[in-house]
């Protein structure tokens, strides 16, 4: 009887399924349900009479899962004048329009090549195409990645060290024969099902990182301090910004002691040019050396800050052409040692696509101001002394699984600055998940600094050795992490997924061909 209820009418339970598997993701980490919904989603997709019937069952699904789990955004609409305020609640919605799209596809897939009855077969189809279907929507049109299924595993530290071996898209896979087991247990298709739960239990154990005496650093090692000024997004339209900032940021500092200290600030953390050589009407707000004059009298002998701010770049004749999202690495004699510039813009938040289209309906990026960012070259390692190398990674840069690396110099550790002062709480949760997930797949540990929280420090297997809460003043002081041996997965990358990929569809044939 509910059988036959739901599959005449799928919209509400594609929809609701949808909607509630999101509660596996930061902040809430029920991953249950989440294995649950996509189990459910599994047979429904399955009891789809036609193809047409699969697509829009997956869409649905899709569209629910995306909508609620990217409502953080909506805030950031309050902050931008240029933007109707109305757009902001809608703004989750319209995109996941398109993002809805990707599941759309790896449920069409999958009930093409289904059976008449539920089978191991389907489950690793739809295993298969979901890992096909998230690495798209991760590199299509600029790419987003956002809530990948695998990170609904850190909270079993021995599930998500599986990263490490295969990455994000191939764990996501996973995750789907995980929750095509349990549909098939309720299916009574118990060889199979048990088999996969039983081969990922004994997956994670076999990574599981077995516990360590902890080796007592070195008196004068490198220490890293990690600085939250809470400052959020509504004072920064104020006049006194900048330099209410920057006292911030420096009384939050620490004393300067025996071992030198790598101080770690967020993006967009000055908003004065420290850069020598623009035109002197730039420097309205301060020469750049008596800016980063200012900073080095706070630091002891042997500390370097590395701070976000903006750069300026100028065209052959003089004239500003464009404006870039940096990282400055400031030393104790006020020289700048280095600069990194973000290299994965954000669409309608860094520059503004069809620029003249869209400002003629009134539209306007997120972030104020009518010059568009200009992207940097890609992942950049840079060597500091005393602190070894640093690869950077600014904002949502860190959520590009398999992209965060410089090829050819690896980095000892990455830092990623972020502001996510923009939005609302479950945003800044999930960014510091999926700095997680980049630290267990490259091995390296990720240090998170962020206006108003979640700043954190993160070890190589993905732990959190310290952090300060969303919307708290503050500052953490550690040291500085180490780095693995490259993993599995820094080595051959995300190749890894579609060998994931292929073999689940090989095992779909076998399993076929032993029934006939």
């Not at 990574?207 to 490198?222: E, H, K, L, S, Y």
């Not at 339209?237 to 900048?242: L, V």
């Not at 630091?299 to 590395?306: A, C, F, K, R, S």
Request: charged content about 15%; some cysteine.
């Amino acid at each position: 009887m509910t059988n036959a209820i739901v599959t005449r009418r799928p919209a509400l339970p594609a929809l609701l399924l949808g909607a509630l598997s999101v509660l596996g993701f930061a902040p809430w980490g029920w991953w249950p349900v989440t294995l649950a919904c996509f189990a459910a989603l599994l047979w429904l997709v399955h009891q789809a009479p036609t193809v047409r019937a699969a697509l829009w069952r997956g869409w649905l699904f899709g569209l629910a899962h995306f909508t609620f789990g990217n409502m953080w955004i909506a805030q950031a609409f309050t902050y931008q004048d240029a933007m109707p305020h109305w757009l902001g609640p809608l703004a989750p919605f319209l995109l996941s329009l398109y993002l809805a799209i990707y599941p759309m596809l790896a449920a069409g897939a999958a009930w093409r090549l289904r059976r008449r009855e539920i089978d191991a077969g389907f489950v690793l189809i739809f295993a298969a195409a979901w890992i096909a279907a998230e690495y798209l929507r991760g590199t299509l049109l600029t790419g987003y990645p956002w809530n990948p299924l695998a990170e609904i595993w850190l909270p079993l530290p021995g599930v998500s060290a599986l990263l490490a071996y295969v990455g994000t898209y191939a764990l996501s896979g996973v995750s789907i024969l995980a929750a095509g087991a349990l549909t098939l247990l309720a299916t009574r298709r118990w060889r199979f099902a048990a088999g996969t739960l039983a081969a990922l239990a004994l997956a994670a154990l076999s990574v599981i990182v077995m516990p360590t005496t902890p080796v007592a650093p070195a008196r004068n090692a490198p220490r890293v301090r990690i600085v939250q000024p809470d400052l959020d997004q509504e004072q920064r339209p104020r006049d006194d910004y900048p330099e209410t900032n920057l006292r911030a940021l420096q009384d939050l500092g620490g004393k300067p002691g025996p071992a030198p200290r790598l101080i770690l600030w967020p993006e967009g953390a000055l908003r004065f040019y420290v850069e020598d050589g623009y035109p002197p009407q730039y420097y309205f707000r301060g020469a750049p050396f008596l800016v980063r004059s200012g900073i080095a009298a706070t630091l002891g002998p042997n500390d370097i800050v590395l701070t976000g701010g903006n750069g300026l770049q100028f065209d052959a004749t003089g004239n500003l052409k464009s404006a870039t999202n940096s990282v400055y690495a400031i030393d104790a004699r006020a020289t700048l040692l280095g600069r990194y510039d973000k290299a994965h813009l954000v669409p309608w938040g860094e520059y503004l696509p069809a620029r003249p289209l869209m400002s003629a309906i009134g539209l306007s990026r997120l972030v104020p101001g009518d010059l568009d960012f200009a992207p940097g070259a890609g992942p950049r390692t840079m060597t500091l002394p005393g602190f070894g190398k640093v690869g950077f990674q600014i904002c949502y840069e860190i959520i590009f699984s398999g992209h965060v690396v410089d090829p050819k110099l690896r980095p000892d550790f990455l830092f990623n600055p972020s502001n996510d002062s923009w939005y609302s709480r479950s945003g800044p949760e999930q960014n510091l998940a999926q700095g997680r997930m980049r630290a267990i797949e490259e091995g390296l540990p990720v240090l998170r600094a962020t206006p108003t929280g979640v700043s954190a420090a993160i070890d190589a297997h993905g732990r959190v050795l310290a952090s300060i809460p969303w919307n708290t003043r503050g500052a953490v002081e550690l040291p500085l992490p180490a780095a693995l041996p490259p993993t599995l997965f820094a080595r051959a990358g995300n190749w890894l997924a579609m060998l994931v990929a292929g073999a689940m569809l090989l095992l779909a044939v076998a399993f076929r061909l032993a029934r006939r």
